[in-house]
């Protein structure tokens, strides 16, 4: 099998190719990656209790890697934690006023990007492109 002719190899290179640009383009310095995907998340969601587990199942990422990420949003003063309301063994997620701000500035920028990717693309290339995209991930769910 030719390995670039791929679906994996296609989808690394493209999401190596996104973050690339992002890097670029990105004037201010801000976060990138799982820190900026989670804080968006976290908050829009800022009005539950968040925990652990749901950055988890919402990012697709292991306990230890849901666990490096929380540690590093709360050292950059993104995050705190405080005891659940509900179950006093959990800790919820709490965004910062810095978190906030500095959402809204990522979704800045992710709306130029997308600009940027979806250049020349029809409607339906990207409703086909999406829905293929969800089949991929039903394919391999575990």
């Known amino acids: 099998m030719n390995e670039p002719e791929t679906i994996g190899f296609k989808i690394r290179e493209l999401s190596l190719l996104i973050a690339r640009y992002m890097e670029q383009t990105n004037e201010d310095g801000h976060i990138r990656g799982p820190q900026g995907f989670a804080l968006g998340y976290l908050v829009h969601n800022r009005h539950k209790e968040i925990y652990q587990k749901d950055l988890e199942e ?8 849901a666990s490096n990420l929380v540690d590093r949003m709360i050292k950059n003063g993104f995050l705190t934690t405080a005891p659940s309301q509900k179950d006093k063994r959990l800790k919820r997620l709490i965004v910062t006023e810095k978190a906030i701000e ?12 997308e ?15 999406f829905a293929t995209i969800q089949k991929l991930k039903q394919n391999i769910q575990i």
């Open 58 to 65: 919402r990012l697709s990422i292991r306990k230890p890697t």
């Open 102 to 113: 500095t959402t809204f500035e990522i979704e800045k920028q992710v709306e130029a990007i």
């Open 115 to 129: 600009k940027v990717l979806k250049q020349g693309i029809s409607e339906e290339e990207l409703a086909q492109f």
